[in-house]
């Protein structure tokens, strides 16, 4: 099973960006952990982070055909997004949104997801656990299917 882990914009200065909300786990470390799970459970991970909006669309473009599946964490523009949304039910892939944060602990202006109506589901609040869980809930979706 290959699964593609999108990051969008300011996850790249996770470890540094507001720390008391996101914690001290950085981008790089997130990805090896995830490379790493998703080994024992036989899938593998490619990672693309981007701060802008069209090169996280194209990245869903082009999973189309190489990969089963995406974990994608949008950053703010989960809440802002129509088109990485449309992409996302453009390329029809399972996908699970997932947040380092609890959105719904935070500012009303997060508790809207663009992305959540076209997701599997949503993992919101765990820290980097957080894409752990999602990579597991994926591939756990993803087996259950009928070939
Ligand atoms: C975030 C939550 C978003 O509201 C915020 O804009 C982020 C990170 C999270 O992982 O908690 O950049 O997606």
């Known amino acids: 099973l290959k699964i593609l882990v999108l990051h969008g914009p300011n996850l790249n ?3 540094q960006r507001e720390p ?13 952990l995830l490379t790493q799970e998703a080994t024992l459970v036989g899938a593998e991970v490619t990672t693309l982070q ?16 190489q990969c089963h599946g995406l974990v994608i964490n949008a950053g703010a523009y989960t809440h802002t997004s129509v ?8 390329v029809n892939l ?5 947040h380092l944060s609890n959105l719904y602990k935070r500012e009303p202006f997060r508790h ?9 589901g949503q993992i919101s609040g765990f820290g980097a ?9 994926l591939v756990r979706y993803l087996r259950a299917q009928p070939d």
Not at 20 to 32: E, H, Q, R, V
Not at 94 to 98: A, D, G, K, N
Request: glycine share 12%.
């Open 129 to 137: 656990d957080s894409y752990v869980l999602g990579l597991h809930a």
């Open 20 to 32: 008391g909300i996101y914690g001290t786990t950085t981008l790089a470390t997130i990805d090896a």
């Open 112 to 120: 809207h997801s663009h992305i959540a109506p076209v997701a599997l």
């Open 94 to 98: 399972p996908t699970v949104e997932v």
């Open 13 to 15: 200065l996770l470890g």
């Open 50 to 65: 981007s701060n802008h909006e069209g090169i996280l669309v194209d990245g869903i473009h082009n999973a189309l055909g």
């Open 83 to 90: 088109a990485l949304r449309d992409a996302i039910a453009a």
